[in-house]
């Protein structure tokens, strides 16, 4: 059984700044096994829902806010063999210049 201990929170980066935005989520298994993560997209505003976020498999996730538009949803789905997924909650990038 997978469960998520630490959502990912909401994230603002300054582009001017050159800032990277990160979010983090931190998840268990009962029996304690290798997890896998999957960040995608959680709404249409830059790109269409659901769609992967490049190659990221880490429980952390890192987007570049100049390529990014503000207001842009993200989740992430936790799996395990064997167990059923477990999605996140949504966490947003705020865009700021």
Do not use: H, M, R
């Not at 029996?31 to 659901?50: E, V």
């Not at 952390?60 to 063999?81: I, M």
């Amino acid at each position: 059984v997978i469960y998520i201990t630490t959502q990912p929170s909401n994230a603002t980066a300054n582009t001017t700044a050159g800032e990277d935005a990160t979010f983090t989520v931190v998840a268990a298994s009962n029996p304690n096994t290798t997890l896998t993560y999957a960040w995608t997209y959680a709404n249409g505003d830059a790109i269409q829902a659901g769609a992967n976020v490049g190659n990221t498999t880490q429980a952390t996730l890192t987007v570049n806010s100049a390529v990014e538009n503000t207001n842009t949803d993200f989740k992430v789905t936790v799996s395990e063999a064997g167990s059923d997924s477990v999605v996140s909650a949504n966490a947003t990038l705020t865009i700021t210049t």
